[in-house]
């Protein structure tokens, strides 16, 4: 069964950094497309990042040049680096896959940017 365990959320001061994880088990992340989305409380869902097979990367304007994807292939784990955090930041974050038409959702790790 395919399996995706988010963590590495938490608490930190504006300006600075976290790196989520997001471990699967049951898929091979480096054969598929990985998403991270990110929900607000009180707003919708948004997208935040993708890395493709490929190895190509692509980003949410508003985290532009602040977040990036990467991967361990041994440890078949996605990571996204957060720095510069600002407070809009504020979110559960979710890690997603899709295999056979089937979306795949971690259970998400919070993320709070505060003072």
């Known amino acids: 069964q395919v399996q995706l365990v988010a963590s590495g959320g938490g608490l930190v001061e504006p300006g600075g950094s976290l790196r989520l994880s997001c471990a699967a088990s049951?898929?091979?992340?480096?054969?598929?497309?990985m998403h991270w989305y990110r929900q607000a409380p009180g707003k919708e869902r948004e997208w935040v990042a993708i890395?493709?097979?490929?190895?190509?990367?692509n980003y949410a304007d508003s985290v532009k040049g602040r977040f990036t994807i990467s991967g361990d292939n041994a440890k078949n784990t996605v990571y996204l680096q957060m720095n510069s955090l600002k407070p809009e930041d504020t979110a559960v974050y979710y890690c997603?896959?899709?295999?056979?038409?089937?979306?795949?959702w971690g259970e998400g790790t919070l993320v709070t940017v505060s003072s």
């Open positions: 890395s493709r097979s490929s190895g190509t990367t």
């Open positions: 049951g898929i091979i992340l480096r054969a598929h497309v």
């Open positions: 997603n896959v899709l295999n056979t038409g089937i979306n795949y």
